[in-house]
């Protein structure tokens, strides 16, 4: 069974991807796919309000 994604990782992974610029770059650095990757940068299925609070959470850490 895979492990969850923590609230954390998903900061660590939007971090990485601003930093590196690729999905396979970040995944390759926290052990996940890369699917799984773009899948939490994209925030797929998100409410555009959530998407926009995490972002600004994610530039100001």
């Known amino acids: 069974m895979a492990r969850r994604v923590t ?7 939007n971090q990485l991807y ?4 690729t999905y396979a770059a ?24 959530v998407k926009h609070t995490f972002k600004e959470v994610v530039r100001q850490v």
């Open 7 to 13: 609230a954390e990782e998903i900061i660590w992974m």
């Open 26 to 49: 970040v995944a390759r650095i926290v052990g996940r796919s890369a699917q799984t990757v773009a899948r939490y940068i994209k925030l797929q299925g998100t409410p555009p309000i």
């Open 18 to 21: 601003n930093q590196y610029g």
